[in-house]
């Protein structure tokens, strides 16, 4: 039986920052992981950059049942604590947009941080261990795996969600918070690709790769960003953004955000009558979208003089909130997270300690603390594991 203070299942981005800032308390500490290799999710993240953080990181910009629970964590290891780590390895970074910091050459940058901060700690990492049960003690744990017994007096689950089986996701931290009597919240997929229904994918399908600033909203929340069409239906950041607000309604897309498109196609019939509605859209959009436009929200293409004070009104409005009704979204295959997942109800948020359950903590995907598309995801990670590794 090996013994260890600390036992982290899970070597992603909670569980080897977790492990390495216990490692670093003089604990001592094993990380198990049944993939062949560490943080692969860290790897292929922000297109191989990672966005390992957002500099405007705020509680407001994570969904959750109690949105108050990640306060206490992301204000005791913040964005700019992070940041600092990044500064101390000389990691070359930049931000992208809106706050977004991704690595200057490649995410592996982010994997060596982590476990040059895992050797400093002294800590054990093990891949290809299947963990196949886990037993109370009065003080603590054994944990039985396909490499042996592990006995440990805090156990810290950091095995994600559900997203991107192919990556190792396993609803293992689920099944660990039921078996001791946690409540998990239904989960579902996030910052996800919506699919469409045949009438509307079959001809956007033809425009796969056009993309378009727009405003996407439903339940009161909208983005302002690019809209991508694809083969299967909407992406784009402002897609994935919202689809982690979505629950089966319409999505309004506002295809003209930035400018009032009453006003312009007035003075548009005023200066050129005779173009015709198509050929007037294509100066506003991509060409084969403006064709697909009229298709689709079945415009008459007529010289923009033939079209009366209503109907001019009515392609303003249409394209000011196209109610876009999704037929679902692409799932856990290509989602970046998981929505929903352990209760926070049952956890400290202080120590990420389950309640009432001494010794046992969840930290990062697999607790219902879910961020927006920008670098959130691994700053949640970041903060909740910093916060556990104080107390375990
Ligand atoms: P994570 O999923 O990283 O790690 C869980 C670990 O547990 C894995 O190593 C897995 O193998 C292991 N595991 C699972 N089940 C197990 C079992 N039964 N036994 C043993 N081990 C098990 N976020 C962001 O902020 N910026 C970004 O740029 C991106 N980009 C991005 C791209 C893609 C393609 C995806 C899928 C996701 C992102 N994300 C992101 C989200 C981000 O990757 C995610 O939120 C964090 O990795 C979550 O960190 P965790 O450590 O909680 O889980």
């Given at each position: 039986?090996?013994q260890?203070?600390v036992?982290?299942?899970?070597?992603?981005?909670?569980?080897?920052f977790?492990a390495?800032q216990?490692?670093?308390?003089?604990?001592?500490?094993e990380?198990?992981?049944?993939?062949?290799?560490?943080?692969?999710?860290?790897?292929?993240?922000?297109?191989?950059?990672c966005?390992?953080?957002?500099?405007?990181a705020?509680p407001?910009?994570?969904?959750?049942?109690n949105?108050?629970?990640?306060?206490?964590a992301?204000?005791?290891?913040?964005?700019w604590?992070?940041?600092?780590?990044?500064?101390?390895?000389?990691?070359?970074?930049?931000?992208?947009?809106?706050?977004?910091?991704f690595?200057?050459?490649?995410a592996?940058?982010?994997?060596s941080?982590?476990?040059?901060?895992?050797?400093?700690?002294g800590?054990?990492?093990t891949?290809?261990?299947?963990?196949?049960?886990?037993?109370?003690?009065?003080?603590?744990?054994?944990?039985?795996t396909?490499?042996?017994?592990?006995?440990?007096?805090?156990?810290?689950?950091?095995?994600?969600?559900?997203?991107?089986?192919?990556?190792?996701?396993?609803?293992?931290?689920?099944?660990?918070?039921?078996?001791?009597?946690?409540?998990?919240?239904?989960t579902?997929?996030?910052?996800?690709?919506?699919?469409?229904p045949?009438?509307?994918?079959?001809?956007?399908?033809?425009?796969?790769?056009?993309s378009?600033?727009?405003?996407?909203?439903?339940?009161?929340t909208?983005?302002?960003?690019?809209?991508?069409?694809?083969?299967?239906?909407l992406?784009?950041?402002?897609?994935?953004q919202?689809s982690?607000?979505?629950?089966?309604q319409?999505?309004?897309?506002?295809?003209?955000?930035?400018?009032?498109?009453h006003?312009?196609?007035?003075q548009?019939?005023?200066?050129?009558?005779?173009?015709?509605?198509?050929?007037?859209l294509?100066?506003?959009?991509?060409?084969?979208?403006?064709?697909t436009?009229?298709?689709?929200?079945?415009f008459?293409?007529?010289?923009?003089?033939?079209?009366?004070?209503?109907?001019?009104?009515?392609?303003a409005?249409?394209?000011?909130?196209w109610?876009?009704?999704?037929?679902?979204?692409?799932?856990?295959?290509?989602?970046?997270v998981?929505?929903?997942?352990?209760?926070?109800?049952?956890?400290?948020s202080?120590t990420?300690?389950?309640?009432?359950?001494?010794?046992?903590?969840f930290?990062?995907?697999?607790?219902?603390?879910?961020?927006?598309?920008?670098?959130?995801?691994f700053?949640?990670?970041?903060?909740?594991?910093?916060?556990?590794?104080?107390?375990?």
């Amino acid at each position: 039986m090996i013994q260890r203070d600390v036992i982290v299942i899970g070597a992603g981005a909670a569980g080897l920052f977790c492990a390495a800032q216990a490692g670093q308390r003089g604990r001592s500490v094993e990380v198990l992981d049944h993939a062949k290799k560490v943080g692969r999710k860290i790897l292929m993240s922000g297109g191989g950059r990672c966005n390992f953080t957002n500099m405007y990181a705020a509680p407001e910009n994570f969904l959750s049942e109690n949105p108050h629970f990640c306060k206490s964590a992301l204000s005791r290891y913040t964005q700019w604590d992070f940041i600092g780590l990044v500064n101390d390895y000389r990691i070359p970074y930049h931000e992208k947009t809106l706050g977004q910091l991704f690595c200057d050459d490649s995410a592996s940058d982010i994997v060596s941080l982590l476990m040059s901060e895992c050797k400093k700690g002294g800590v054990t990492v093990t891949t290809r261990c299947e963990i196949t049960a886990i037993e109370k003690l009065d003080d603590g744990y054994i944990v039985n795996t396909s490499l042996g017994q592990y006995q440990c007096e805090s156990l810290v689950i950091a095995t994600g969600g559900l997203s991107m089986p192919k990556l190792g996701a396993t609803p293992f931290g689920y099944k660990i918070a039921e078996q001791f009597g946690l409540a998990v919240l239904p989960t579902r997929a996030g910052l996800v690709p919506f699919t469409l229904p045949p009438e509307l994918k079959t001809p956007l399908a033809e425009i796969s790769g056009v993309s378009q600033k727009v405003r996407a909203g439903c339940v009161n929340t909208s983005f302002l960003e690019d809209m991508l069409i694809t083969h299967r239906g909407l992406s784009g950041p402002a897609i994935l953004q919202i689809s982690s607000f979505w629950e089966g309604q319409d999505v309004e897309l506002d295809l003209s955000p930035e400018e009032d498109l009453h006003a312009d196609i007035q003075q548009a019939r005023q200066n050129q009558p005779n173009q015709t509605l198509k050929n007037y859209l294509a100066t506003r959009f991509a060409k084969r979208l403006a064709e697909t436009l009229i298709e689709v929200l079945s415009f008459d293409n007529m010289p923009l003089k033939q079209l009366n004070e209503k109907q001019l009104s009515n392609v303003a409005d249409t394209l000011h909130a196209w109610k876009v009704r999704p037929s679902g979204t692409e799932g856990y295959r290509t989602a970046e997270v998981t929505l929903g997942g352990v209760d926070t109800n049952a956890l400290s948020s202080k120590t990420m300690e389950a309640r009432d359950v001494k010794g046992l903590y969840f930290i990062g995907e697999v607790v219902d603390v879910t961020g927006w598309l920008g670098g959130y995801n691994f700053q949640w990670a970041w903060s909740s594991a910093w916060v556990a590794a104080q107390y375990v």
